[in-house]
């Protein structure tokens, strides 16, 4: 091959490179408990009813009302935990802080963690719970509530049942490893294992890919 020919195949690769980079793969909504992945344009007469996250109103740790209106154009991932749990939820915790040291500085991102043991976590002790974790008011909601409607969000609106498309009792005590991920419109985007390092870094470049939409 003559250079001149090599000079410009290695410019056209860079090129194609470049143009590769500034990509970025679409990340599906999710409609349903089954959590099959669909990709929908925003074309597409579907694209209207997307399901979103329903209505909700809770109290955070500084006793202050946090509801749909405070995620308004913002990112948020969300769970379910509580504070006396011996199992899953320091790990889900831990992998929180790591997702708030992450996007610390970024406006456009937020956490939302929902008590499941309302009846044990008042405000005062989500409070002591968030000034142990180093949980950062502006960016991370711990919140309580009545418990009826923080299992109904979960298991109707977050899809949060203990397997994925299994069916459970309103009543049922409710214990998920799930990190939700909700976009600006309030759509499901993903689902991760709060528990396991590598979904959770599969969750933060997922985050950066959900920031680049329009």
């Known amino acids: 091959m003559s250079k001149p020919l090599e000079v410009f195949c290695l410019i056209l690769l860079l090129i194609v490179l470049s143009k ?14 089954d959590w099959e992945p669909e990709w ?8 209207t009813d997307v399901h979103q996250v329903m209505d909700f109103s809770f109290t955070n740790q500084n006793f202050e009302k946090v509801n749909n209106a405070s995620f308004a154009d913002k990112i948020y991932v969300a769970d379910f935990f ?5 199992g899953i939820c320091p ?4 992998n929180m802080l790591s997702l708030q ?3 610390l500085e970024d406006k456009d991102v ?4 929902h008590s499941v043991m309302p009846w044990v976590d008042t405000v005062a002790q989500l409070k002591r719970y ?5 949980v950062v008011d502006a960016k991370w909601h711990m919140v309580t509530g009545d418990e009826a409607d923080i299992y109904h969000i979960a298991r109707k609106s977050y899809f949060v049942e203990g397997k994925i498309g299994e069916k459970t009792a309103d009543d049922e005590f409710l214990h998920t490893e799930k990190f939700i991920l909700v976009d600006k419109k309030g759509r499901l985007r993903g689902v991760y294992n709060g528990t396991i390092k590598v979904d959770i870094q599969r969750l933060i470049e997922d985050i950066y890919i959900l ?3 329009i």
């Open 20 to 33: 590769c980079s500034s990509e970025y793969t679409k990340l599906p909504f999710y409609n349903s408990a």
């Open 82 to 86: 509580f504070t006396t749990c011996p």
């Open 130 to 134: 968030a000034i142990e974790k180093g």
């Open 211 to 213: 920031k680049k939409e």
């Open 110 to 113: 937020k956490l939302l963690s």
């Open 101 to 103: 040291e992450e996007f």
């Open 91 to 94: 790990k889900m915790t831990k």
């Open 40 to 47: 929908i344009e925003s074309s597409d007469p579907a694209f």
